[in-house]
């Protein structure tokens, strides 16, 4: 079983940037796509990026596509998302999550505990 810890969420003022890490442990994510989902406080969760086992593919959110960028390294049992040109829309617990690779929460069994994004205008 893999263990998933995120971490890097804080405050940031609009326009800066963040880069989230996520953490895993037990046993090696090469075999799984791994992501990351937002949720926003009444909001349903959204998706942010995806990437394939290899790093060959990557996805992206229509809301933050050409701001983010998600890479991962199986050697090192990471995976990271750099956000840059925040927005407070973009202000939300941000999860990392291990399964299939898609868009889809429902495509993915193991996920972190969360970590906190807010960025003020």
């Known amino acids: 079983q893999v263990q998933l810890v995120e971490s890097g969420g804080k405050l940031v003022q609009e326009g800066g940037s963040l880069r989230l890490s996520c953490a895993a442990s037990?046993?090696?994510?090469?075999?799984?796509?791994m992501a990351w989902f937002r949720q926003a406080p009444g909001k349903e969760r959204e998706f942010v990026s995806a990437?394939?086992?290899?790093?060959?593919?990557?996805t992206y959110g229509d809301s933050v596509k050409g701001r983010f960028t998600i890479s991962r390294d199986n050697a090192k049992n990471m995976v990271w998302l750099q956000m840059n040109s925040l927005r407070p829309g973009d202000t939300a617990v941000y999860y990392c999550?291990?399964?299939?690779?898609?868009?889809?929460?429902?495509?993915?069994?193991?996920w972190g505990q969360g970590t906190q994004v807010t960025v003020s205008s």
């Open positions: 990437i394939s086992q290899s790093s060959a593919i990557t």
């Open positions: 999550a291990a399964g299939a690779g898609t868009d889809s929460e429902y495509d993915y069994d193991l």
């Open positions: 037990g046993r090696t994510i090469s075999i799984y796509g």
